[in-house]
């Protein structure tokens, strides 16, 4: 794991004839935005997921500023949950955190992100923008949403609730079928990037755990054992996160 800086990569060199010359390669890199608040097994799995489908060759795990008084549910400060994810992802070399929105200020805009990590590559980032069904019906809503999909390629995977696999409450109230969930998109996009967003939806196994269950089970003492992984829970438990 490496928490992710500037970097100039270069493609390798060709020659035609007697010219050298760079080729730029795209790389095909994964971005996962969250709180992580804190991270756990079911972002891991999607991120792996992703990475194997979509042939990624890295997978950033980019934490978000949040204002906790917007988030109205208990937050862990910045550096603690940027430090799980590190924890988290240690052990695998294709997974890296970046620190690009928790260095700004403010809670920041996707488009930001995206360019700040294109500008950084060199412009050699085929940036995937991994974002949950559940994202979607908010998606038309994201500042310059437009630019963003040109800029990158969203991938929307299902979570459980989304799959309809199960008969769960979301979908017997009337949750729209991952289908519909595009219409509020068409409003905000052009057809032919609402068109690609829904070519590239991914499925991912079932992982029924949310950050809201692993805070809701610290804080009645319940065991988080292999729901997050053992360097998270034991950073937990030395921090006292979530107690309350
Ligand atoms: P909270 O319960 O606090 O709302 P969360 O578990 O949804 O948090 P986030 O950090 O908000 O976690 O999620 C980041 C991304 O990971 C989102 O796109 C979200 O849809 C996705 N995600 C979270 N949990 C799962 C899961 N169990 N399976 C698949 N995707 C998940």
């Known amino acids: 794991m490496r928490l992710v800086g500037p970097i100039g990569q270069i493609g390798p060199i060709s020659r035609i004839g007697s010219i050298s010359r760079v080729t730029a390669r795209m790389i095909p890199i994964g971005l996962l935005g ?4 804190p991270i756990h097994v079911g972002h ?18 980019v934490p978000a ?5 917007k988030l109205g549910k208990p937050l862990a400060p910045a550096e603690d949950r940027l430090r ?27 488009i930001d992100t995206v360019q700040q990590l294109r ?13 949950g069904a559940d994202t979607l ?16 390629k969203f991938v929307v995977f299902s979570r459980p609730e989304e799959r309809g696999a199960e008969p769960g409450p979301s979908r017997a109230e009337g949750t729209p079928r991952p289908q519909d969930a595009l219409d509020p998109l068409r409003a905000a996009l052009r057809d032919d ?17 949310s950050s809201t269950d692993i805070r809701r089970r610290v804080r009645e003492g319940r065991s988080i054992r292999y729901l997050v992984p053992e360097a998270v829970r034991r950073y937990i438990v030395a921090k006292g996160l979530y107690r309350q």
Do not use: K, Y
């Open 34 to 37: 969250g709180s992580f608040n």
């Open 44 to 61: 891991l799995v999607v991120a792996e997921e992703a990475r194997g489908r979509l042939g990624l060759e890295r997978v950033l795990f």
């Open 65 to 69: 500023r949040v204002s906790p008084h």
């Open 84 to 110: 799980m994810v590190q924890l988290a992802i240690a052990d695998n070399s294709a997974f890296e955190a970046s620190d690009t929105e928790l260095r700004r200020g403010e809670p920041s805009f996707s």
């Open 119 to 131: 500008e950084q590559s060199g412009g050699e980032w085929d940036i995937h923008f991994l974002v």
């Open 137 to 152: 019906a908010e998606l038309a809503a994201w500042h310059r949403v437009r630019e963003l999909a040109d800029m990158c």
């Open 193 to 209: 990037q609402v068109a690609a967003i829904a070519e590239r939806r991914i499925e991912i196994p079932l992982i029924g755990v």
